[in-house]
T-cell receptor, first 111, second 111 residues
Framework: DTGVSQNPRHKITKRGQNVTFRCDPI?????LYWYRQTLGQGPEFLTY????????KSRLLSDRFSAERPKGSFSTLEIQRTEQGDSAMYLC?????????FGPGTRLTVL | QKEVEQDPGPLSVPEGAIVSLNCTYS??????FMWYRQYSRKGPELLMY????GNKEDGRFTAQVDKSSKYISLFIRDSQPSDSATYLC???????????FGSGTRLQVQP
C-alpha cells in the first residue's frame, strides 16, 4: 500500500537559503494539496493542484513560495530566502474526491 | 474569530472511558466534515468523513453533525491508550477544495 510520501522528512537550513520539498501522491489521485502546520495549530492550506493546474493559492503563500506539479504526478514546494518564521511542518495531501489523505510531512527548521 | 473552534485540551481520561470531542464553526457554507487523528510528529490520519447531519458509526468511533447548530462531535467508545493523540476536525465548503482545520484537541488515555 503506497500512501502519500514526502521527502525529505526533516530539513534544517540557515536563514536566507532556499529549500525544496517533494511530495508523491497516491497514484490514482488527481488532486494534490500543500498545507503548513505550526506547533499547537491545525494545518493551514497553502495551495491546490488538479492534475498539473494550480487552481488555488492561499494568501499565506507569499512570493517566496512556489509550487509546481509539472506532469500531474509528484509536486515540489520551494521556499526562497527562508526566514525563521518559515519553520513549520509542511504537509502534502492527495485526493480523488473530497476526502484528503496526508503524507508524513517535512519538518523545516530555519536557524 | 476563527472559522472553526476546537478546545485544545489536554483531555485526560481513564482507559475504557467514552470520549467526546467537539468543534463549532461559523461558516454555513461548510458541507463536508472530517476527523483526523495525528500522533506526535506524524501526518494527520483520516478517521471519519461525513456529509449530512446525523450520526455515522465506524467501529469504536461515531461522528455526529448538527448543521443547524454548526456543531460537530466525535465519540470514541472503550478508549485505549493507543488513542492518545491530537484529534483535528476539518471542514470543506461547497465552493472550494481546501480543508479548514480546528486547532486540535490533545487526548491522553491513561492505562
Amino acid at each position: 500500500d503506497t500512501g502519500v510520501s514526502q521527502n525529505p522528512r526533516h530539513k534544517i537550513t540557515k536563514r536566507g537559503q532556499n529549500v525544496t520539498f517533494r511530495c508523491d501522491p497516491i497514484s490514482e489521485h488527481n488532486r494534490l494539496y500543500w498545507y503548513r502546520q505550526t506547533l499547537g495549530q491545525g494545518p493551514e492550506f497553502l495551495t491546490y493542484f488538479q492534475n498539473e493546474a494550480q487552481l488555488e493559492k492561499s494568501r499565506l503563500l507569499s512570493d517566496r513560495f512556489s509550487a509546481e506539479r509539472p506532469k500531474g504526478s509528484f509536486s515540489t514546494l520551494e521556499i526562497q530566502r527562508t526566514e525563521q518564521g518559515d519553520s513549520a511542518m509542511y504537509l502534502c495531501a492527495s485526493s480523488a474526491s473530497t476526502e484528503q489523505f496526508f503524507g508524513p510531512g517535512t519538518r523545516l527548521t530555519v536557524l | 474569530q476563527k472559522e472553526v473552534e476546537q478546545d485544545p485540551g489536554p483531555l485526560s481520561v481513564p482507559e475504557g472511558a467514552i470520549v467526546s470531542l467537539n468543534c463549532t464553526y461559523s461558516n454555513s457554507a461548510f458541507q463536508y466534515f472530517m476527523w483526523y487523528r495525528q500522533y506526535s510528529r506524524k501526518g494527520p490520519e483520516l478517521l471519519m468523513y461525513t456529509y449530512s447531519s446525523g450520526n455515522k458509526e465506524d467501529g469504536r468511533f461515531t461522528a455526529q453533525v448538527d448543521k443547524s447548530s454548526k456543531y460537530i462531535s466525535l465519540f470514541i467508545r472503550d478508549s485505549q491508550p493507543s488513542d492518545s493523540a491530537t484529534y483535528l476536525c476539518a471542514m470543506v465548503d461547497t465552493g472550494r477544495r481546501a480543508l479548514t482545520f480546528g486547532s486540535g484537541t490533545r487526548l491522553q488515555v491513561q492505562p
